[in-house]
């Protein structure tokens, strides 16, 4: 079946005689036109079905009511909630989303940047990709006066809100809990440190180990395992060494968590009592592995919330001071059965 062509404005014009500027004007109510040529402009675009493209008319007006948001990964649940808790409070708002992925691509994530800043979006929210590279394209964002919120991963340099959790304390409370429950040799999942939330998430696990006594030991730290294939395979090789780690904090992601637990499983490894595994970001899968997983909870949803009510109070209370604002979201230890040695021992 042909698709039917869309009407325009010039399908008006042509239709009741008229220049496509005066059936614009007619359209947007403009006081240059008489009451009689609106109604009958008016009548005409009803019966041709006529849509007005909203996205060209804010284009002209400077008036774009939408919020592009750039993610690493859309399909990760931290990353959706972050979104759902953003839409919610957009929507309520009249406001759109425009939703880009750089898939951990620094050329994907530019190019997301660039289509935005083009639509003359009002806000740009970020997470940035974990490949390295310049920022010059959210420098460029700035310069257009174009709202950047960063979330989560961020530029430091850069002066502009930002919405982050506590990685360090977080950290720091898992592996004083895998400390807590008898845990002595506690290796760290990594990820790439170029990430200030990895960088930190690390300086939690290392404060933690010396405010406790315990040697902070390079052969335990595994860098880059932050999928579920990358921490098998860092688990494959942890649990090989002559004295295995009695516990893995898989600190880059639940996912690497669930790594971690399938080798252990395959091995015969008994979890948690040879072997305690904490994950980061409470994926759903972590309530319903066997054992379930211990896993830090960084209220997506809430951040999402707290990134569209910082924009919408810039807009109504602009205060070029206040554009390096940090919110910060405390995450939560959650500990299940991965972890809780103790509960087990006699």
């Known amino acids: 079946m042909k698709r039917q062509k869309r009407t325009t404005i010039y399908d008006i014009a042509q239709q009741l005689n008229l220049a496509a500027s005066s059936v614009s004007r007619a359209l947007s109510d403009s006081n240059k036109i008489n009451a009689e040529t609106k109604a009958l402009v008016l009548k005409t675009a009803a019966e041709m079905n006529y849509q007005q493209n909203a996205m060209a008319s804010n284009l002209r007006k400077g008036n774009n009511p939408t919020i592009g948001v750039v993610v690493p990964r859309i399909n990760q649940y931290f990353f959706?909630?972050?979104?759902?808790?953003?839409?919610?409070?957009?929507?309520?708002?009249?406001?759109?989303?425009?939703?880009?992925q750089s898939n951990e691509l620094h050329a994907r994530e530019v190019e997301g940047i660039n289509a935005l800043v083009n639509q003359n979006v009002s806000c740009i929210v970020i997470s940035i990709a974990a490949e390295k590279g310049s920022f010059d394209h959210l420098q460029q964002v700035l310069d257009r006066n174009i709202q950047l919120i960063q979330f989560d991963r961020v530029v430091e340099e850069l002066?502009?809100?930002?919405?982050?959790?506590?990685?360090?304390?977080?950290?720091?409370?898992?592996?004083?809990?895998?400390?807590?429950?008898?845990?002595?040799?506690?290796?760290?999942?990594?990820?790439?440190?170029?990430?200030?939330?990895?960088?930190?998430?690390?300086?939690?696990?290392?404060?933690?180990?010396?405010?406790?006594?315990?040697?902070?030991?390079?052969?335990?730290?595994?860098?880059?395992?932050?999928?579920?294939?990358?921490?098998?395979?860092?688990?494959?090789?942890?649990?090989?060494?002559?004295?295995?780690?009695?516990?893995?904090?898989?600190?880059?992601?639940?996912?690497?968590?669930?790594?971690?637990?399938?080798?252990?499983?395959?091995?015969?490894?008994?979890?948690?009592?040879?072997?305690?595994?904490?994950?980061?970001?409470?994926?759903?899968?972590?309530?319903?592995?066997?054992?379930?997983?211990?896993?830090?909870?960084?209220?997506?949803?809430?951040?999402?919330?707290?990134?569209?009510?910082?924009?919408?109070?810039e807009l109504e209370n602009f205060n070029p001071e206040s554009k390096t604002k940090t919110v910060n979201v405390r995450p939560e230890l959650i500990i299940r059965n991965s972890s809780l040695r103790k509960s087990h021992v006699p």
Request: net charge negative.
């Open 80 to 100: 959706s909630n972050v979104i759902a808790g953003l839409e919610e409070v957009t929507f309520k708002a009249g406001y759109n989303l425009v939703i880009c």
């Open 159 to 313: 002066e502009t809100f930002k919405v982050l959790n506590d990685n360090r304390q977080a950290a720091y409370e898992a592996v004083q809990h895998l400390i807590e429950q008898g845990y002595r040799r506690i290796a760290l999942l990594e990820g790439p440190q170029e990430l200030q939330i990895f960088r930190e998430r690390k300086e939690g696990y290392i404060a933690a180990l010396q405010d406790h006594g315990f040697p902070v030991l390079s052969e335990l730290m595994y860098a880059n395992a932050w999928t579920k294939e990358l921490g098998a395979a860092a688990t494959a090789q942890l649990l090989d060494m002559p004295d295995p780690p009695d516990a893995i904090f898989a600190s880059t992601s639940d996912f690497a968590a669930l790594g971690v637990l399938e080798v252990a499983n395959n091995k015969g490894i008994r979890i948690p009592e040879a072997l305690g595994i904490c994950g980061y970001s409470n994926e759903p899968f972590t309530e319903i592995t066997s054992p379930s997983i211990t896993t830090i909870d960084q209220f997506s949803v809430e951040m999402g919330r707290k990134i569209g009510n910082l924009h919408f109070q």
